[in-house]
């Protein structure tokens, strides 16, 4: 590991359409197509609406060998009838096991506008500038009873450092324009730095 987030070595995969040269640059990484075994983080974004290509799959097998740290990021979702949940479940097959700490919340016009957090049940509402955080009401806890049963046992199987030990490799949905999940992603990347 490195000593600042500037420095850690972060390599981002995907397929075009998912957007890959825009997560490298939000997050300070290269956009690569080979596996490199001496990444400090290894990004693979995913569109929900075209899938996962054969060679990013190939490249998520690549990493197998090493314990390097990977993220599951999911792009454009402001686009696409496919969602957060479609992305997940496509990752779970043809990846590994997913985790997921947050889940999409949308506004009237179906559109992602806040996430909600599967550890504290809190809401991060990005319409504010900045993000603000509140409570959940009863009916999302209702909504996501199930998803956080399944997100803390599964948490609390792995480890509280799985992700750094590159064991555990969490999902986040993410929309730079609106920032939605750009401050969950920063805030894995602070947990590998030293």
């Not at 983080?41 to 197998?64: E, H, K, M, S, Y």
């Not at 199930?146 to 949905?173: H, M």
Request: hydrophobic residues 40%; glycine residues 4%; negative net charge.
């Amino acid at each position: 590991m490195q000593s600042t987030d500037n420095e850690l070595r972060i390599h981002v995969y995907g397929h075009e359409s998912a957007d890959p040269l825009s997560v490298a640059l939000a997050f300070s990484g290269t956009y690569s197509q080979e596996v490199h075994s001496q990444s400090d983080l290894a990004i693979f974004v995913v569109n929900p609406a075209t899938g996962i290509d054969q060679q990013t799959i190939d490249l998520w097998q690549g990493f197998d060998e090493f314990q390097v740290p990977r993220l599951v990021v999911v792009t454009q979702l402001e686009k696409s009838e496919a969602d957060f949940d479609d992305a997940v479940m496509l990752a779970n097959r043809v990846f590994d096991q997913v985790i997921t700490p947050y889940l999409v919340l949308h506004d009237d016009q179906g559109l992602p506008v806040a996430l909600i957090s599967l550890a504290d049940l809190r809401i991060i509402d990005y319409s504010t500038n900045p993000p603000s955080e509140i409570a959940c009401e009863e009916e999302h806890r209702t909504l996501v009873k199930e998803f956080r049963e399944e997100y803390v046992e599964k948490f609390e199987s792995d480890g509280e450092n799985s992700f750094a030990a590159g064991l555990q490799f969490p999902a986040i949905p993410l929309w730079i324009d609106k920032g939605i999940g750009v401050d969950k992603v920063k805030d894995l990347i602070k947990q590998l730095v030293i």
